[in-house]
Nanobody, 119 residues
Framework: QTQLVESGGGLVRPGGSLRLSCAASGASMAYRAINWFRQAPGKEREYVSC??????TYADFAKGRFTISRDNAKNTVYLQMNTLKPEDTGVYYC??????????????WGQGTQVTVSS
C-alpha cells in the first residue's frame, strides 16, 4: 500500500528557511502530480504548490519564496520555503494527484508536518 510521509517541519524565526520532504513508499509517484497543502490554526486547508512532469505551480503567497522540486529516483518531493513569515505557520501536507495533471483530484494524503514561524 502506498504511503506519503512528510518531514522537515519545525520551529523557525521569521525570515528563516525550512525544507520539507514528502517521501513515498510502495508505488512510484513518478507518473502522478504531487501537491502541497497547508492548514493554519483556525483556518481551512489551502493549496500551496504542485509539481507534475512538465510544470510547477504556486499559490500567490508562495511565489518567489517557496520552491517545489522532485527526485524520482528517491520517490520524494520537496518544498523549499524561504523568508518565512508568521502567517506561514500551520500543518503542511503532501498529496498525490489521481493523474499526472495538477488539477486532477487527490489520491493519497500524507500525515502532515508542523511548521511554526515565531519570534
Amino acid at each position: 500500500q502506498t504511503q506519503l510521509v512528510e518531514s522537515g517541519g519545525g520551529l523557525v524565526r521569521p525570515g528563516g528557511s525550512l525544507r520539507l520532504s514528502c517521501a513515498a513508499s510502495g508505488a512510484s509517484m513518478a507518473y502522478r502530480a504531487i501537491n502541497w497543502f497547508r492548514q493554519a490554526p483556525g483556518k481551512e486547508r489551502e493549496y500551496v504548490s504542485c509539481i507534475s512532469s512538465s510544470i510547477t505551480t504556486y499559490a500567490d503567497f508562495a511565489k518567489g519564496r517557496f520552491t517545489i522540486s522532485r527526485d524520482n529516483a528517491k520517490n520524494t518531493v520537496y518544498l523549499q520555503m524561504n523568508t518565512l513569515k508568521p502567517e506561514d505557520t500551520g500543518v503542511y501536507y503532501c498529496a498525490a494527484s489521481l493523474s499526472s495533471v495538477c488539477s486532477s483530484g487527490i489520491a493519497f494524503w500524507g500525515q502532515g508536518t508542523q511548521v511554526t514561524v515565531s519570534s
